[in-house]
């Protein structure tokens, strides 16, 4: 059993930056972000493995959005910068023991989730 704890949510104006955190009570093997918007479907943000030597990424957000995790710490973080409105939802950190592909969408442990607001 793995517990998620996220934070570092908030409301920013568009073309700024924030940083997410997500603090896990155990080690996961491959985590991640989703996010779900107001009326539409969960989906998919970002992934990372173990060593952090495999990372993946949804289209909307290559290129502006950079995971990372420190082991010692069992937390990841997801780095949102150029944010936009469209980038407003609630996002969710998740986790798993099992060494699933970074961009998989069925992760075993999932998080309260923490809000993003993106004014435009």
């Known amino acids: 059993q793995v517990q998620l704890v996220e934070s570092g949510g908030g409301l920013v104006q568009a073309g700024g930056s924030l940083r997410l955190t997500c603090a896990a009570s155990?080690?996961?093997?491959?985590m991640g972000w989703f996010r779900q918007a107001p009326g539409k479907e969960r989906e998919f943000v970002a992934g990372?493995?173990?060593?952090?030597?495999?990372?993946g990424y949804a289209d909307a957000v290559k290129g502006r959005f950079t995971i990372s995790r420190d082991n010692a710490k069992n937390t990841v973080y997801l780095q949102m910068n150029s944010l936009k409105p469209e980038d407003t939802a609630v996002y969710y950190c998740?986790?798993?023991?099992?060494?699933?592909?970074?961009?998989?969408?069925?992760?075993?442990?999932w998080g309260r989730g923490t809000q993003v607001t993106v004014s435009s």
């Open positions: 990372i493995n173990w060593s952090g030597g495999s990372t």
């Open positions: 155990g080690r996961a093997f491959t």
């Open positions: 998740v986790a798993d023991l099992r060494p699933v592909l970074v961009t998989a969408t069925n992760y075993q442990y």
